[in-house]
C-alpha cells in the first residue's frame, strides 16, 4: 500500500519566517495530495491540496509543490503567524483506489511570538 | 457546505461493554465515508471505507468484528466498538464524500469521538 513519510516531526519558527514541511509518497499511481491543519483535539482541516497535472498551487500565504519524478510534495508556509501553530499532516490518495488517504506522520509547528 | 457530525464527542465506558458512534453528513449526501482512529500525538489511521448500502471495507489488522460499521442511509453512518477494551481508547474520526460526485477528492471530516474505556 501507500506510504507516506513526513518531515520533520516538529518545527519551531519565529514569528514572520517561512515554515517548510516535506513528504514524500511511495505508489506511483497516487494523484491527489491534500494538506491537513489540526489543533489540538479538533478535526482535520483542509488547508490546501493538490492534484498530479499540476506542479505547483497557492493561497495566500500557503503553497504547495509537487514533484512527480521524485515522488514528493511540499508545504510553505510564509510569514508565519503565532495562529499557524498547529499540526500539520500531509495525505496522498489514488483515484482508483476508493480515494483511501495515508497519511505522513504529521508535523507539530510552533511559532515563537 | 459540508458539513460532518460526529456523535457522540466523548464517551467513557466499562471494559467489555459496546459503543456506537455516530457520523452524519448534515447537508449533503455520502456515498462514501471512512472511519480512522488517532492515537494522542500520532496520525490518523484509516480503518475502513464504508460505502452505502454494501459491506464495509476494512483496512489489513483491523477486525471486522469487533469494529462493526453500518452504512444504512446516504447521511449517516454508525461505528460500534464491540466488547471494548482499554486498548481501544482513542479518538475516533470519520470523514465522508460526496454522493454523485463522480470523484471524491476532497473528504470532509467530523469533529471526532474521545473514547475512553475503563
Known amino acids: 500500500g501507500e506510504n507516506v513519510e513526513q518531515h520533520p516531526s516538529t518545527l519551531s519558527v519565529q514569528e514572520g519566517d517561512s515554515a517548510v514541511i516535506k513528504c514524500t509518497y511511495s505508489?506511483?499511481?497516487?494523484?491527489?495530495f491534500p494538506w491537513y491543519k489540526q489543533e489540538l483535539g479538533k478535526r482535520p482541516q483542509l488547508i490546501i491540496d493538490?492534484?498530479?497535472?499540476?506542479g505547483e498551487k497557492k493561497d495566500q500565504r500557503i503553497a504547495v509543490t509537487l514533484n512527480k519524478t521524485a515522488k514528493h510534495f511540499s508545504l510553505h508556509i510564509t510569514e508565519t503567524q503565532p495562529e499557524d501553530s498547529a499540526v500539520y499532516f500531509c495525505?496522498?490518495?489514488?483515484?482508483?483506489?476508493?480515494?483511501?488517504?495515508?497519511f505522513g506522520a504529521g508535523t507539530t509547528v510552533t511559532v515563537r511570538a | 457546505g459540508a458539513v460532518v457530525s460526529q456523535h457522540p464527542s466523548r464517551v467513557i465506558c466499562k471494559s467489555g461493554t459496546s459503543v456506537k458512534i455516530e457520523c452524519r453528513s448534515l447537508?449533503?449526501?455520502?456515498?462514501?465515508m471512512f472511519w480512522y482512529r488517532q492515537f494522542p500525538k500520532k496520525s490518523l489511521m484509516l480503518m475502513a471505507t464504508?460505502?452505502?448500502?454494501?459491506?464495509?471495507?476494512?483496512e489489513q489488522g483491523v477486525e471486522k468484528d469487533k469494529f462493526l460499521i453500518n452504512h444504512a442511509s446516504l447521511t449517516l453512518s454508525t461505528l460500534t466498538v464491540t466488547s471494548a477494551h482499554p486498548e481501544d481508547s482513542s479518538f475516533y474520526i470519520c470523514?465522508?464524500?460526496?454522493?454523485?460526485?463522480?470523484?471524491?477528492?476532497?473528504?470532509?471530516f467530523g469533529p471526532g469521538t474521545r473514547l475512553t474505556v475503563t
Open positions: 447537508d449533503f449526501q455520502a456515498t462514501t
Open positions: 470523514s465522508a464524500c460526496p454522493h454523485g460526485a463522480g470523484i471524491c477528492y476532497e473528504q470532509y
Open positions: 493538490i492534484r498530479s497535472n499540476v
Open positions: 505508489d506511483s499511481a497516487s494523484n491527489y
Open positions: 495525505a496522498a490518495s489514488i483515484s482508483s483506489n476508493d480515494y483511501k488517504l495515508s
Open positions: 464504508s460505502n452505502e448500502g454494501s459491506k464495509a471495507t476494512y
